[in-house]
T-cell receptor, first 114, second 115 residues
Framework: DQQVKQNSPSLSVQEGRISILNCDYTNSMFDYFLWYKKYPAEGPTFLISISSIKDKNEDGRFTVFLNKSAKHLSLHIVPSQPGDSAVYFCAASLSGAGSYQLTFGKGTKLSVIP | DGGITQSPKYLFRKEGQNVTLSCEQNLNHDAMYWYRQDPGQGLRLIYYSQIVNDFQKGDIAEGYSVSREKKESFPLTVTSAQKNPTAFYLC??????????????FGAGSRLTVL
């Protein structure tokens, strides 16, 4: 049973526009949510995280929104750049000892068109 | 530069052979992890280690073994018992600072192909 779901395998956006990547989860006990970016044949790199007690976290062009009642989070990238083209993974974890076990979604491939 | 080094980057194995993937980190992180990625799939946790000489099974530990004799090193052995070993393997580490999210730093990965 997938606890973290990214229902859109791919997304195409024009350069300069907003990219919105979505993620749904089923476990209401998750305390932390993270977004990672991955280029082909490389390891993922951390982008941004959010605690379950917040509804928004911003870092430069990247903003993550959390809607706990809907068990939904989204990553906004504004403005989108060609270098943002990559696979984006949403991940979630519990707190304490449970924080060692991140649960990842299947990823969304973002293509930013120049 | 601090980071995680995985070797080899590409590895080919015949069926029935064991193979060991190396993972070394110089980030002074206490925790280390092994994930597996298959095409179109997310990352799945194989094993993790919170401290030296201790490790726990993740979601898909069957057919794999690990050791954690040194803080810097966390090798993964893919045994012949692993039914579908062909995959991209990722090693990661983290410094578990409370409170906050557990942010993992990943290596570049090792691609294992069973012939």
């Amino acid at each position: 049973d997938q606890q973290v779901k990214q229902n859109s395998p791919s997304l195409s956006v024009q350069e300069g526009r907003i990219s919105i990547l979505n993620c749904d989860y089923t476990n209401s006990m998750f305390d932390y949510f993270l977004w990672y970016k991955k280029y082909p044949a490389e390891g993922p790199t951390f982008l941004i995280s959010i605690s379950s007690i917040k509804d928004k976290n911003e870092d430069g062009r990247f903003t993550v929104f959390l809607n706990k009642s809907a068990k939904h989070l989204s990553l906004h990238i504004v403005p989108s750049q060609p270098g943002d083209s990559a696979v984006y993974f949403c991940a979630a974890s519990l707190s304490g000892a449970g924080s060692y076990q991140l649960t990842f979604g299947k990823g969304t491939k973002l293509s930013v068109i120049p | 530069d601090g980071g995680i080094t995985q070797s080899p980057k590409y590895l080919f194995r015949k069926e029935g052979q064991n193979v060991t993937l190396s993972c070394e980190q110089n980030l002074n992180h206490d925790a280390m992890y092994w994930y597996r990625q298959d095409p179109g799939q997310g990352l799945r946790l194989i094993y993790y280690s919170q401290i030296v000489n201790d490790f726990q099974k993740g979601d898909i530990a069957e057919g794999y073994s690990v050791s954690r004799e040194k803080k810097e090193s966390f090798p993964l052995t893919v045994t012949s018992a692993q039914k579908n070993p062909t995959a991209f393997y990722l090693c990661a580490s983290s410094n578990r600072d409370y409170p906050g999210a557990n942010v993992l730093t990943f290596g570049a990965g090792s691609r294992l192909t069973v012939l």
